[in-house]
């Protein structure tokens, strides 16, 4: 039961990142929370993570190119992308883009490593990609013909295949890496890229002059969806499975309307509604029957 409820809270979680940036976009800029928020993380991590990464440091320096990689693009990129796009964008279409990352990885790994995709799942992915084209141009299509998108929009799908890169590259992991210790290293590698674009973004070494609930909202993402979150998560999966964890994914784009309509007063249209029902079909489709069935023949093979 604690499990399930961990899992709930991970979705919860990372919506409320997207909502949290969208409130302060107007006076913080999106670099400097980047590197706030994970270096605040950091800080938090570091005497726990320090000795446990001294230990390892023989695993981390044989596989460095491949961690350096996997730092890149989850802590790097990812939300440092989701920062500078909700400048643009609302947090609605932030959290309901999001909904299409499972399909993406599965076409991902049907490019990269030739996994195999049924036709159903390609009639998911065709799906999905239409709901996310219908939010980026508003329900209005002919906006690709003339390149008329939200900058936002589209920062916000480099940010979603940035992550699905991260995912189907993060199977070679090297397993002997103690996933707390990998974690830390991430976010030391991903504060590393960071800063040269965060000083640049401030005009040199300057302190900043933050406001209250930019220091409020930097407290809540260091700690909430980046350390808790990754320690629920981690635990749900360790006690449910990857495919069963996986499903709570979804969450995330119920929670971040939610949120965006309660905390933001941002307003629901007709091509959010449009755009959400391509890509809920197209993930039940490409993905959600098979995670379904696989689960389903586990417990047969259990019982047997």
Partial sequence: MIAYLLLILTPLFWAGNHVAAKGVADI???LLMAFLRWGLAFLILLPFWLPKAIRQWPIIKAHFPLLFW????????????????????TATNTTLMHAIIPVLILLLNRLFFKESV????WLGIAASLMGVLVLITQGELQRIASLHLNPGDVWIL???VTWALYSITLKFKPKELEPFTF??????IGL???FPFALFEQGGFVVPTLETPVWAVVVYIAIFPSILSYSFWNRGVAQLGASTAGLFIYLIPVFGTLLSILVLNE???SFHLIGIALIVLGIWLAVVRRVIAGIRQNRIKTVN
């Fill in 28 to 30: 913080a800029d999106p």
């Fill in 70 to 89: 996997l730092s890149l693009t989850s802590v790097g990129c990812f939300n440092t992308f989701i920062y500078l796009g909700v400048e643009t964008t």
């Fill in 118 to 121: 049924g036709g159903l799942q």
């Fill in 158 to 160: 480099a940010a979603i």
């Fill in 183 to 188: 974690f830390g290293l991430s976010v030391l």
């Fill in 192 to 194: 590393l890229v960071i």
């Fill in 267 to 269: 307003t629901m249209h």
